[in-house]
């Protein structure tokens, strides 16, 4: 492990960091305002809070969040009407932790839970599928949330399914992939981003060409970065000597993971199991061609189509500003509700629930430092 | 969901097209059907249950040397 042990030096990091906050200075100058950044991927949310780098750069760099946070982005409706596949007789409803306590319209799927609703959380899909396998008498509906990186995992959960024989797994779809979203936040007048830190395990998946659009269609730079504090320095670094030289290029600076073209195997898979859709993100609204459903072949396995559970008009909480969070509108502390109202044990919003939400980290590792 | 950590390959199970690997001691194992043929010593990403890919050690050993070079370099704020 000693290589990578040495993506997490101290000495190269403060030293990275440097390099950094002389370029942003001169950036500063070039543009006349301060430049900004998004990142795109609630895992990097994650650590460029815990690592503190906002404050460790304030006054020189703005770093925002975007909508990388798969939960976080599930709309309102997708949520209740997982609560209301909770509430049918004979489902179970099977789901990835961080789902389970976000609040839905009237309730989340943990209150369900707590009402008698058999809500259960696994790992992985393929757990869903065991458990069905073991419960012959029970329907298995299992919410697939996530970007291209879940997608192949949700569709394997099906194949295996199906290879069972099993009459009782079905797929509750609200996963999302990212390029559209970079579009539609590419094209928001309100927003002046310098550039973008690119989500690297997406990236795994769909590979470092599918985002040439970015450079080409909107002259912005942008890095898909790994997850190391170094990593985000070095992509930092990577922006600010593009936004220095006026230049506009997708660099990769995750090449030990990320292939120009990324996964084949998995991008096979979704072709086959897939089309993609339009859905409603939150705070977006319905971005074109930026979901998944089920090709016909795989209708069976459609939790919609077998189950069609009655879901009211969404009612969305007075106060919470976590649509406008994930378009880069803001940051976690201009909302009023933040550390207030709304912490980790009350969440009002996604944000604050997910682990990987940007109000839920700002609220563990920023709330100080505010 | 995602988690940034590498595992190491500590067995391998070709006949259920998956492996076992170590994350900070901890063994879980994982499909392979998305990376195809793993050997131990390898380290993979993984994502729900899922190997997505492989860590190519020669591209980290390069990405380190890249950083070297910019630390060397005496006049950080130039850009050419
Ligand atoms: S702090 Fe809470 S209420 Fe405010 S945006 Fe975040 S999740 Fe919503």
Same mark, same amino acid.
């Given at each position: 492990m000693?290589i990578l042990?040495?993506?997490?030096?101290?000495? &190269?990091?403060?030293?990275?960091?440097?390099?950094?906050?002389?370029?942003?200075?001169?950036?500063?100058?070039?543009?006349?305002?301060?430049?900004?950044?998004?990142?795109?991927?609630? &895992?990097? &949310? +994650?650590?460029?809070?815990?690592?503190?780098?906002?404050?460790?750069?304030?006054?020189?760099?703005?770093? /925002?969040?975007?909508?990388?946070?798969?939960?976080?982005?599930?709309?309102?409706?997708?949520?209740?009407?997982? +609560?209301?596949?909770?509430?049918?007789?004979?489902?179970?409803?099977?789901?990835?932790?961080?789902?389970?306590?976000?609040?839905?319209?009237?309730?989340?799927?943990?209150?369900? #839970? @707590?009402?008698?609703?058999?809500?259960?959380?696994?790992?992985s899909p393929a757990?869903?599928?065991?458990?069905?396998?073991?419960? *012959?008498?029970?329907?298995?509906?299992?919410?697939?949330?996530?970007?291209e990186t879940t997608a192949p995992a949700i569709a394997l959960s099906?194949a295996q399914? /199906?290879a069972?024989?099993?009459?009782?797994?079905?797929?509750?779809?609200?996963?999302?992939?990212?390029?559209?979203?970079?579009?539609?936040?590419?094209?928001?007048?309100?927003?002046?981003?310098?550039?973008?830190?690119?989500?690297g395990h997406?990236s795994a998946i769909i590979g470092r060409?599918?985002?040439?659009?970015?450079?080409?269609?909107?002259?912005? *730079?942008?890095?898909?970065?790994g997850?190391? &504090?170094?990593?985000?320095?070095?992509?930092?670094?990577?922006?600010?000597?593009?936004?220095? @030289?006026?230049?506009?290029? +997708?660099?990769?600076?995750y090449t030990r993971v990320v292939k120009e073209a990324g996964n084949l195997r998995a991008q096979a898979l979704l072709d086959q199991f897939?089309?993609?859709?339009?859905?409603?993100?939150?705070?977006?609204?319905?971005?074109?061609?930026?979901?998944?459903?089920?090709?016909?072949?795989?209708?069976?396995?459609?939790?919609?189509?077998?189950?069609?559970?009655?879901?009211?008009?969404?009612?969305?909480?007075?106060?919470?500003?976590?649509?406008?969070?994930?378009?880069? #509108?803001?940051?976690?502390?201009?909302?009023?509700?933040?550390?207030?109202?709304?912490? *980790?044990?009350?969440? +009002?919003? *996604?944000?604050?629930?997910?682990?990987?939400?940007?109000?839920?980290?700002?609220?563990?590792?920023?709330?100080?430092?505010? | 969901?995602?988690l940034g950590i590498p595992g190491l390959v500590v067995e391998v199970k070709p006949e259920n097209d998956s492996a076992v690997i170590e994350i900070?001691?901890v063994q879980r194992e994982v499909s392979t059907f998305l990376v195809g043929e793993v050997q131990t010593g390898e380290y993979l990403i993984v994502h729900t249950g899922y190997a997505i890919e492989k860590l190519d050690v020669e591209e980290a050993k390069i990405?380190?040397?890249?950083?070297?070079?910019?630390?060397?370099?005496?006049?950080?704020?130039?850009?050419?």
């Amino acid at each position: 492990m000693q290589i990578l042990d040495r993506f997490r030096d101290p000495e &190269t990091g403060r030293a990275l960091l440097a390099r950094v906050s002389a370029l942003a200075e001169q950036a500063q100058e070039k543009l006349g305002r301060r430049v900004v950044f998004m990142e795109v991927c609630g &895992t990097h &949310t +994650v650590a460029i809070s815990k690592a503190g780098l906002r404050s460790l750069l304030d006054g020189k760099l703005e770093l /925002r969040s975007g909508p990388g946070c798969p939960v976080c982005v599930t709309d309102y409706g997708d949520i209740d009407a997982m +609560v209301a596949f909770g509430r049918l007789p004979g489902v179970t409803v099977g789901t990835f932790g961080d789902m389970v306590r976000v609040p839905g319209s009237q309730t989340s799927l943990e209150q369900e #839970k @707590a009402r008698g609703a058999d809500i259960r959380v696994f790992y992985s899909p393929a757990d869903a599928v065991k458990w069905a396998e073991a419960n *012959p008498d029970r329907e298995m509906v299992f919410l697939g949330v996530g970007f291209e990186t879940t997608a192949p995992a949700i569709a394997l959960s099906v194949a295996q399914a /199906r290879a069972l024989g099993l009459k009782n797994y079905s797929v509750f779809l609200a996963n999302k992939v990212v390029p559209p979203a970079l579009h539609a936040l590419l094209v928001d007048p309100e927003l002046r981003l310098d550039g973008f830190i690119l989500p690297g395990h997406v990236s795994a998946i769909i590979g470092r060409r599918a985002y040439d659009f970015i450079a080409e269609e909107y002259g912005l *730079p942008s890095v898909i970065s790994g997850f190391e &504090t170094l990593d985000i320095l070095d992509a930092l670094y990577n922006l600010l000597r593009q936004v220095l @030289a006026g230049e506009a290029r +997708v660099e990769n600076g995750y090449t030990r993971v990320v292939k120009e073209a990324g996964n084949l195997r998995a991008q096979a898979l979704l072709d086959q199991f897939f089309e993609i859709t339009d859905v409603s993100w939150r705070g977006f609204g319905v971005i074109p061609g930026s979901g998944l459903q089920w090709k016909p072949e795989y209708r069976d396995f459609d939790a919609r189509v077998r189950f069609a559970p009655e879901v009211a008009e969404p009612r969305i909480p007075k106060g919470c500003r976590c649509g406008d969070l994930l378009k880069g #509108k803001l940051t976690p502390r201009e909302c009023k509700l933040f550390a207030t109202a709304c912490t *980790p044990t009350h969440p +009002v919003g *996604p944000c604050m629930v997910s682990t990987e939400g940007a109000c839920a980290a700002f609220y563990q590792y920023e709330r100080r430092s505010s | 969901m995602c988690l940034g950590i590498p595992g190491l390959v500590v067995e391998v199970k070709p006949e259920n097209d998956s492996a076992v690997i170590e994350i900070f001691g901890v063994q879980r194992e994982v499909s392979t059907f998305l990376v195809g043929e793993v050997q131990t010593g390898e380290y993979l990403i993984v994502h729900t249950g899922y190997a997505i890919e492989k860590l190519d050690v020669e591209e980290a050993k390069i990405r380190l040397k890249l950083w070297e070079e910019i630390l060397k370099d005496a006049n950080p704020g130039q850009v050419s």
